[in-house]
């Protein structure tokens, strides 16, 4: 069996030369067998965070242990990890059955053992019959394939993932995140999965971390993230299409705490002053006496619903409606939301109920 691990970060920050702060203050827990995912735009930290776990980078303040040890000063190839990365690495001039078998080779696992590994992990990845091939012979999802199994014959204690991919077509990007899936399943192992996809993200993780300018905004169970997000960064930045926000004011009279705005009027609970009400399109719901009149600039239908984009006072937004036939630039549409699915964020932006 693979070894597994825990990886514990505390505080960790990572400052580059230069003074670009990429990484600031970062906690987080990850269990033994775990599958955690680190999501969040361009230039947010997450390859900064996962090369310190590798090793690939300093440290520049806070600690990092795995399986209970302090790894800041161990160099990478006594971490025991395997890293899989978008541009597969693999070694032109190498067959598949060399690549995989290189690491093998240079921590000296028996031949015999070496082989029966790497028939093993070329069965499930279905890569048996491209064991000869050199990398220039292969497809892209064949190359993808053959870097991942070099990282699995390993058995390392931890996997960590960059965006192994991005450089897929769509098809075959959800393809192989179902056969990532399958295989952290049966194997177990310690992984942390980094990518700017939310909805890998939401499919993958058993857990989700969502990070912005270097820090963790939140982290949770994708249905947590995505039905309770920590604020309005988060709530835009999980799920699609992105969650529609209202500016507004919440005002207090007449014994009651109200939202108000030029689009939307509703009881909402909060403290007195600007606030922003989030919906998601997909809690968007024709009714004749519903709070909200939106009128339609385009409609997109999908097949099963219809994204209706549209205006509703100074706010711009996308309603996926079910059951209905597209509506046409300039109808106007009498929307509801559904029960309990509105969101409520304070003037920083700070989730203060649902
Ligand atoms: N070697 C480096 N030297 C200086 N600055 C760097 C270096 N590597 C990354 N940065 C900066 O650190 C910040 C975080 O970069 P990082 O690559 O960790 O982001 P990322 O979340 O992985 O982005 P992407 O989704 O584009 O891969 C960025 O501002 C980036 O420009
Ligand atoms: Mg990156």
Known sequence: MPGMASVELHNLGKTYPGGTRAVDSCTLSIEDGEFVVLVGPSGCGKSSLLRMIAGLEEVTDGTIDIDGTRVNRVPPKHRDIAMVFQNYALYPHMTARRNMEFGLKLRKVPRAERRSRIERVAEQLGIAELLDRRPGAMSGGQQQRVALGRAIVREPKVFLFDEPLSNLDAKLRTQMRAELKTLHRRVGTTSVYVTHDQEEA?????????????????????????????????????????????????????????????????????????????????????????????????????????????????????????????????????????????????????????
């Open 202 to 354: 939401m499919t993958l993780g058993d857990r989700v971390v969502v990070m912005r300018d270097g820090r963790i905004q939140q982290c949770g169970a994708p249905m947590d993230v995505y039905g309770r997000p920590a604020n309005r960064f988060v709530a835009g930045f999980i799920g699609a299409p992105t969650m529609n926000f209202i500016d507004g004011r919440i005002e207090f009279g007449d014994g009651r705490s109200r939202f108000v705005s030029d689009a939307l009027e509703i009881d909402a609970e909060g403290p007195e002053g600007s606030a922003t009400i989030g919906i998601r399109p997909e809690h968007l719901i024709l009714d004749p006496d519903g709070p909200l009149e939106l009128m339609v600039d385009v409609s997109e239908p999908l097949g099963d619903a219809v994204d209706v984009i549209g205006t509703c006072g100074a706010s711009r937004l996308v309603a996926r409606l079910r059951r209905i036939e597209p509506p046409r630039p300039g109808d106007r549409l009498r929307l509801g939301i559904e029960p309990d699915t509105m969101h409520l964020f304070d003037a920083d932006g700070t989730s203060i109920g649902s």
